[in-house]
Every structure is written in C-alpha cells, then in structure tokens.
C-alpha cells in the first residue's frame, strides 16, 4: 500500500480546490448576478397617498412573480429609501425610484447624485413613478432630462381626474389595452429633445386653469438615451391603490425590462400569480 506523507495530502488536496474553483461553471455560480433595484422613501403624506414604502414592496411582489424577470436578475428592494451601502446598486441593470421629489429628492446630495451619473454613464436603466421625476424649479444639477427623458421643475401643475389613457405601439406598451382611472397626474414637463416616445396618454385639465379646456398630454414615456441606456416615466400613481390596475402591472413590468435590456414580446411580459402582489 502506498502512504502519502501529511504535507503531500495537504499539497494534492489544495491543488484538487483549485481545479474545482477554474470549472468554468463554478466560476459562473460566484459571478454576482445582476440586480434589479427598488428604492422607496419617507413620506409625510395621509396612508395610501405617496405611499412609496408599501409601493416598491408592492412592485417587487410583482417582479418576484413574473418568471422573465427572476429568470435574469435579482430583485434588491430598498422601500424605506436610498441604500446606505452605494454599492448596493453597482449590479443593477435597471433602477426604479418611487419617492418624493422637490426638496426630498435623494440626489440632492452630491456624492450620490456623482455616483448616479455614473451609472446613467454605465447604461444602467432608469424607471420612475410619480413626484420621483419633479426636482425644485432651479436645480438643474440633477440631470433627469438626460437620464430619463422628461422632468418636472416644481409643482408647476397638476391634476386629478378619471383619466382615459391610450396606450402607443412602444414595446413598454405591449400588452396594455386603453383603460381608464382616477389619479393625480402631471401635464406639464420638459423633455429632451430627441429620443422620447409616448408610452401613454390621456386628456387632461390644468387644475391651476380649469377654464381652459384639457389637452392631450403624456402621463407615461420612454427614453433611449443617445448615449447608451433607456428610461421609462409615469406620472401617475400619487394612489397606492394605483398598483391594482392590472394595464399598470403589465406596463411597470414591462418598462423594468426594457430598462434592462431584455426584449418585450408582442403581448407584453408574462405576468403570473396577481394575487401575490397583493
């Protein structure tokens, strides 16, 4: 019989680890997988209204349950605000903010908003839900139109009506028929100059002119930004309740995935357990 001494079974033992840490699956298994990630907030507001904590823990139910998604990436929610570790967002494919904007937006702080950029540099989408695209009338450091597309300066007007929304042949769209509900909606902002397509519009009044008759405007667009990345806005869902409408799931899912970079077929991604999003 043959006897190996102590020092040689030691020697054979870390050369065996090493083979295994080179098979080329094992290297893909500690890859970290790319992320998609939510971000809510604080907020002052009366329960069910800007309710950005039980939001994002709503939309990432819905992500969970949608095999398309989970089959790519991880999903890393963050209801109660921005992540205190900026790595937290270094994976992410795509990023989708629902929280207070004006004096509340988190970008406001400088190291995060240079971080941010960074990202937006990288490629990596963006998605927003209502107020997180309105910055305060002068703040043009946070660069949103080159980001996502479109941003609201200060609280120039708003809305709340039943609102007849159409949606447009944009991929985000896929899936969604028109449908109507009652929410606060933005009329007015500012866009980029190119890159920027409708996702969904609707008819709306100014409430700060309610003689003047209303006009079609965009409640939700799509971004591809000239430099690499796309974006998706939705000036909706100031109600939480908002996340129950079923052409409103189908279209956040869709717009995550886009902003990821994954194709949207000609019926929309497939949604699955509805319920768990409840």
């Given at each position: 019989?043959?006897h190996?001494m102590?020092?040689?079974?030691?020697?054979?033992?870390?050369?065996?680890?090493?083979?295994?840490?080179l098979a080329?699956?094992?290297?893909?298994?500690?890859?970290?997988?790319?992320?998609?990630?939510?971000?809510?907030?604080?907020?002052?507001?009366?329960?069910?209204?800007?309710?950005?904590?039980?939001?994002?823990?709503?939309?990432?139910?819905?992500?969970?349950?949608?095999?398309?998604i989970?089959?790519k990436?991880?999903i890393?929610?963050y209801p109660?605000?921005?992540?205190?570790?900026?790595?937290a967002?270094d994976?992410?494919?795509?990023?989708?903010?629902?929280?207070?904007?004006?004096?509340?937006h988190?970008?406001r702080?400088?190291?995060?908003?240079?971080?941010?950029?960074?990202?937006?540099?990288?490629?990596?989408?963006?998605?927003t839900l209502?107020?997180?695209?309105?910055?305060?009338?002068d703040?043009r450091?946070?660069d949103?139109?080159?980001?996502?597309?479109?941003?609201?300066y200060?609280?120039?007007d708003?809305?709340?009506?039943t609102v007849?929304?159409?949606?447009?042949?944009?991929?985000?769209a896929?899936g969604?028929?028109?449908?109507?509900?009652?929410?606060?909606?933005?009329?007015?902002?500012?866009?980029a100059?190119?890159?920027?397509?409708p996702?969904?519009?609707?008819m709306l009044?100014?409430e700060a002119a309610p003689?003047?008759?209303?006009?079609r405007r965009?409640?939700?667009?799509?971004?591809?930004r000239?430099g690499?990345?796309?974006?998706?806005?939705?000036?909706g869902?100031?109600?939480?309740v908002?996340?129950?409408?079923p052409?409103?799931?189908q279209?956040?899912?869709n717009?995550?995935a886009?902003?990821?970079?994954?194709?949207v077929?000609?019926?929309?991604?497939?949604?699955?357990n509805?319920?768990?999003?409840?």
């Amino acid at each position: 019989m043959r006897h190996f001494m102590p020092g040689l079974r030691i020697a054979a033992a870390a050369a065996f680890t090493a083979l295994m840490l080179l098979a080329p699956g094992t290297l893909a298994a500690r890859q970290p997988a790319r992320t998609i990630v939510l971000i809510g907030g604080a907020t002052p507001h009366n329960p069910g209204v800007h309710e950005s904590r039980n939001g994002v823990r709503r939309i990432a139910a819905l992500l969970e349950a949608t095999p398309a998604i989970t089959s790519k990436f991880a999903i890393r929610a963050y209801p109660d605000g921005w992540p205190a570790d900026a790595a937290a967002l270094d994976g992410a494919a795509t990023i989708l903010w629902y929280f207070d904007g004006l004096e509340h937006h988190p970008l406001r702080d400088p190291v995060r908003r240079a971080h941010f950029a960074t990202l937006m540099k990288r490629g990596v989408g963006l998605v927003t839900l209502h107020q997180a695209s309105t910055l305060l009338p002068d703040d043009r450091a946070i660069d949103l139109a080159g980001w996502l597309g479109g941003v609201r300066y200060g609280m120039i007007d708003r809305t709340v009506e039943t609102v007849a929304l159409t949606p447009t042949r944009h991929p985000v769209a896929r899936g969604v028929r028109a449908f109507a509900y009652r929410d606060e909606f933005y009329p007015t902002l500012h866009y980029a100059p190119r890159g920027v397509t409708p996702v969904l519009t609707g008819m709306l009044h100014l409430e700060a002119a309610p003689q003047l008759p209303s006009t079609r405007r965009t409640i939700a667009w799509a971004f591809d930004r000239p430099g690499g990345g796309r974006g998706v806005g939705m000036t909706g869902v100031h109600y939480l309740v908002a996340l129950d409408r079923p052409e409103l799931q189908q279209m956040l899912v869709n717009a995550v995935a886009w902003t990821a970079g994954l194709p949207v077929p000609r019926g929309g991604i497939v949604l699955a357990n509805r319920e768990k999003v409840r």
